[in-house]
């Protein structure tokens, strides 16, 4: 029998209610039966409480339903294990038979709760929780670190801006640190990027827009696409084709979520500036505007630049990125640059064999030409976010691959 007077001594994973300092717990249950059952009994044990549908936090303890597809089920929770490093899981099913509970176990599960809910088991399960955080302090420590959130945003539309959100996003992947990453399509009006991966994705923001605050934990790596690099992937699901529009309130919901499930939330922003995009480029921790030094392309992104200026985005925030850099531009380079009142930040060198390739092979340019000079830039740019990584520390290394021809103008802002 639990002992109903034990506190909690330290935070093992997930949150703890500051006030109350009771552990958080999030049902992803179906069955209405339940979930009234499971709500009752761990209201009633002071040491947890039930996760509001506004906190974005991770839950310490996910109890989570097996689903028709069992399968479907244990990938949700591999993942989750791997991602939500803090949170622990619980399955409950009206019918556990051995072959689902040793697959469960595998997958990560730690304790499994028969239907209908028996009050002396969920006791015991949540007591061994209990002692479970209790050996292992500080387990949980790095979620509790939000993710930075890097947005690309397109100067002009064909920029490549999707092919720089991808590709980032896959270098960052690769980092030996490996750090957990999420790429989101918040394209509403091209939404094209599984292509770029070759991922048909089954599930999109529009599963999220009927109801923006049930996103949590659980739906969330629901909705999500495994890259085979272990990359997760939100498709947009909207085109300009489309009926139906992304809202702001969902993409602000989603992205709080991801931030505190991922070190890196990688965002395709598209190139039109509508409410929806710049709710999420107020979320994100850097704008890159993504743009080329072509006549047109330069005069689109220095509007955009004063507007994102002149609407409050602070200048800390904004990174200009050139794609299609060819080294015989060092000098347009310099007069784009006063034109637009903004450094580039990084050069993406021109490429459009090595691009192309990889782009109609769905595979990023770290698998299909890692050791093209794009390709090293990639990582490069990757490595410049990763405060552990030695060639963060070399400033010029971003920049490497220009070094016969680098100037003052072309550094980093
Ligand atoms: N570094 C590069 N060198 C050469 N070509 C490139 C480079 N990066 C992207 N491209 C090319 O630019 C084209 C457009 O890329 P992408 O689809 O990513 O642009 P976009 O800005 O997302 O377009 P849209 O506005 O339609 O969403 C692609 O055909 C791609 O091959
Ligand atoms: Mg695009």
Redesign the pocket.
């Known amino acids: 029998m639990a002992d109903s007077s034990w506190k909690p001594k330290r935070v093992s994973g997930g949150t703890v209610d500051s006030n109350t300092s009771a552990f958080k717990v999030e049902l992803s249950i179906q069955s209405s039966e339940a979930k009234k059952a499971l709500e009752e009994l761990v209201s009633q044990n002071e040491n947890f409480q039930l996760k509001d549908s506004n906190d974005a936090a991770s839950p310490s303890l996910l109890i989570l339903e097996l689903q028709e597809n069992p399968e479907e089920t244990f990938s949700v929770i591999r993942d989750l294990v791997k991602v939500a490093r803090g949170t622990e899981i619980f399955l409950t099913a009206p019918k556990l038979d051995s072959a689902i509970l040793l697959e469960a176990m595998r997958a990560g599960a730690k304790e499994f709760l028969a239907q209908p809910i028996q009050e002396k088991e969920v006791e015991d399960a949540l007591s061994r929780f209990q002692e479970r955080a209790v050996a292992t302090p500080g387990k949980g420590e790095d979620i509790k670190k939000e993710g930075k959130v890097l947005a690309f945003f ?1 100067g ?11 590709n980032t996003a896959a270098a960052l992947m690769s980092l030996p640190s490996k750090p957990r990453v999420a790429l989101v399509d918040v ?1 509403q ?2 939404g ?1 990027l599984p292509l ?1 991966l070759d991922i048909q994705p089954s599930h999109s923001f529009r599963d999220i827009a009927a109801d923006p605050s049930r996103v949590d934990q659980a739906f969330l790596f629901r909705i999500l696409t495994k890259y085979e690099s272990g990359l997760q992937v939100l498709a947009s699901g909207y085109d300009d084709l489309s009926t139906g529009r992304l809202s702001p309130d969902c993409v602000e919901a989603t992205l709080r979520m991801l931030q505190v499930n991922f070190d890196y939330v990688v965002m ?1 922003c ?2 039109v500036l509508d409410l929806t995009t710049k709710k999420a480029l107020e979320l994100a921790s850097l704008i890159m505007v ?1 743009s080329t030094l072509m006549v047109p392309v330069v005069h689109r992104t220095k509007r955009i630049l004063e507007l994102l200026r002149g609407s409050g985005f602070p200048q800390s925030k904004l990174r200009l990125i050139m ?3 060819l080294s015989g531009e060092k000098d347009v380079l310099a007069e784009t640059e006063e034109i637009l009142k903004q450094k580039a930040h990084w050069l ?5 064999p ?3 390739h ?2 109609n092979s769905g595979k990023p340019l770290i698998e299909t030409a890692p050791k093209t000079a ?1 390709g090293k830039s990639y990582m490069d740019f990757a490595h410049s976010f990763d405060e552990q990584s030695d060639k963060s520390k070399s400033k010029s290394s971003v920049l490497g691959w220009l070094s016969p021809f680098k100037s003052k103008k072309t550094q980093p802002a």
């Open positions: 397109g002009k539309g064909g920029v490549g801006t999707t092919c720089i959100a991808v394209n009006h091209g094209d770029y395709d598209g190139h993504t794609n299609r850099f993406v060198p021109n490429d459009y090595s691009v192309s990889s782009v794009v």
